[in-house]
């Protein structure tokens, strides 16, 4: 069933279709037609792919390019030698624009909790499931990392729903019954599939290549945020409202078009 926004996209992207029918997804929700049209509308935090490599292209002209450039995590100890030049302009370019977004995101979840108030977790919960998500475990994972960020324990927020994004990547390679996801791990016995060979596999198949680059660069590295991967060896405690706004954009894209695990 087409049940939300992100579905729409996602089943659109996969099956090459011009078009998705909407039947009972409507009664009692008329205006998911205007969810669907708005949402399809708007631009991915990042920016376009295309676009963020043609400023790359456009830069590798620059005196700039011609030095070496030595990127540094959130520990403050170097990462990587930026020497593919465009990558680095493009994520440069990325972080100002997600960024933005970030800040426009924040400042929408604050004004909502400075009208209305913080609504109780539950409540959370089934409005994330009323939107679509048919896994209860998924939205209770982001309705309280909604929660954290509501009560502006954004430390929490990135904990809890760093983990549910990969989850939903994994539910989205077994609902699509590519073999994808049993296959990497029969290369791995005993180990889990990586984040980055996920996102591979769903860009193949149907994922957006502008959205998979603004994940890649919110979670993984060395180019980019690296969410994932600093929250997780401790070198980021707290990602500020910004980050934890974009965290919670980005795991609600997966976690509301993902089916049960």
Not at 24 to 51: K, M, N
Not at 89 to 99: K, L, N, P
Not at 157 to 166: H, L, N, R, T, Y
Not at 237 to 250: E, I, S, T
């Amino acid at each position: 069933d087409i049940d939300t926004p992100e579905r729409a996209q996602f089943v659109l992207q996969h099956t090459g279709a011009d078009g998705v029918m909407i039947g009972r997804a409507a009664q009692g929700r008329p205006w998911i037609f205007r969810e669907i049209a708005y949402f399809l509308a708007t631009g991915v935090p990042s920016g376009d792919v295309d676009q963020l490599r043609r400023t790359g292209l456009e830069q590798r002209g620059t005196l700039a390019s011609l030095f070496a450039t030595t990127l540094f995590g959130a520990n403050g100890l170097p990462i990587v030698t930026a020497a593919d030049k465009q990558a680095h302009s493009m994520s440069q370019t990325a972080s100002m624009s997600a960024q933005y977004y970030g800040h426009m995101f924040a400042a929408g979840l604050d004004h909502i909790a400075e009208r209305f108030g913080v609504p109780p977790l539950e409540e959370i919960a089934d409005a994330i499931i009323e939107m679509g998500c048919r896994d209860p475990r998924l939205a209770q994972g982001l309705a309280l990392g909604f929660k954290h960020y509501f009560d502006r324990d954004y430390q929490s927020c990135a904990a809890v729903v760093i983990p549910k994004f990969e989850a939903s990547a994994r539910s989205l390679l077994r609902e699509l019954d590519e073999g994808i996801y049993r296959v990497q791990v029969g290369n791995d016995p005993g180990g889990y599939v990586g984040l980055y060979n996920l996102l591979s596999e769903l860009k193949e198949l149907a994922l957006d290549e502008s959205w998979a680059y603004f994940f890649e660069w919110l979670f993984l590295g060395p180019y980019g945020a690296n969410l994932r991967n600093d929250v997780a060896h401790g070198f980021v405690f707290d990602p500020g409202p910004v980050y934890a706004a974009l965290l919670l954009r980005a795991v609600s894209v997966l976690v509301l078009v993902a089916d049960i695990l």
